[in-house]
């Protein structure tokens, strides 16, 4: 038996009879209160806000708090994800590597991204930057040297890719994980 649920009812009126695209079409594919299927879409309304964007200075200044972050790139047709550790100059991140995929990419001249997580018991916090990178010349690889920037594996990363971020988005969010408050108490 199907329950009578005034709230979404009302949001289907609104919307009217909106054929739903192929995809959602929203960056990330994130959860974004949308139901898919049967030819509509329709937004659930959302009790509280729990999804909080970030201001574009509270994204550089979690970038400057954190050192290592993944960097999501692409090498002909292989997607590739990797940590690295990181370090901001002005508003561009800075990372030191050796030969490899990486520098395959950013001499292929393939767009990146890099991700950023920041977990407590009661929130979440991600910040994406999306740009290219580009292999610093040696007359500019020294500005690795004014910030604090070495390798945390093997000594040998002599090379300097700059990210020069097109977009900087964050969000908070504010975590529920209900499935932790059904486990039984394991204090005496």
């Given at each position: 038996?199907?329950?009578?649920?005034?709230?979404?009812?009302?949001?289907?009126?609104?919307?009217?009879?909106?054929?739903?695209?192929?995809?959602?079409?929203?960056?990330g594919d994130e959860d974004d209160g949308l139901l898919w299927g049967g030819g509509h879409n329709y937004r659930v309304p959302m009790a509280?806000?729990?999804?909080?964007?970030?201001?574009?200075?509270?994204?550089?200044?979690?970038?400057?708090?954190?050192?290592?972050?993944?960097?999501?790139?692409?090498?002909?047709?292989?997607?590739?994800?990797?940590?690295?550790?990181?370090?901001?100059?002005?508003?561009?991140?800075?990372?030191?590597?050796?030969?490899?995929?990486?520098?395959?990419?950013?001499?292929?001249?393939?767009?990146?991204?890099?991700?950023?997580?920041?977990?407590?018991?009661?929130?979440?916090?991600?910040?994406?930057?999306?740009?290219?990178?580009?292999?610093?010349?040696?007359?500019?690889?020294?500005?690795?040297?004014?910030?604090?920037?070495?390798?945390?594996?093997?000594?040998?990363?002599?090379?300097?890719?700059?990210?020069?971020?097109?977009?900087?988005?964050?969000?908070?969010?504010?975590?529920?994980?209900?499935?932790?408050?059904?486990?039984?108490?394991?204090?005496?």
């Amino acid at each position: 038996m199907a329950r009578h649920r005034p709230d979404v009812e009302s949001a289907v009126d609104e919307l009217g009879d909106q054929p739903a695209p192929d995809k959602p079409s929203c960056a990330g594919d994130e959860d974004d209160g949308l139901l898919w299927g049967g030819g509509h879409n329709y937004r659930v309304p959302m009790a509280d806000d729990v999804d909080v964007e970030l201001t574009q200075d509270e994204c550089w200044e979690l970038l400057r708090t954190h050192e290592l972050g993944r960097l999501a790139f692409t090498v002909l047709d292989e997607q590739h994800l990797t940590p690295v550790n990181y370090a901001v100059d002005g508003r561009t991140l800075l990372f030191r590597t050796a030969p490899g995929s990486k520098l395959l990419a950013v001499a292929l001249g393939a767009q990146v991204a890099f991700e950023i997580d920041e977990l407590d018991d009661d929130s979440a916090v991600s910040v994406v930057v999306r740009g290219r990178a580009r292999h610093l010349p040696e007359d500019e690889a020294h500005r690795a040297e004014n910030v604090p920037l070495r390798p945390w594996v093997g000594p040998d990363k002599y090379d300097v890719v700059e990210i020069a971020p097109e977009v900087v988005a964050g969000r908070r969010f504010q975590l529920s994980r209900p499935w932790l408050h059904l486990r039984p108490d394991s204090t005496p």
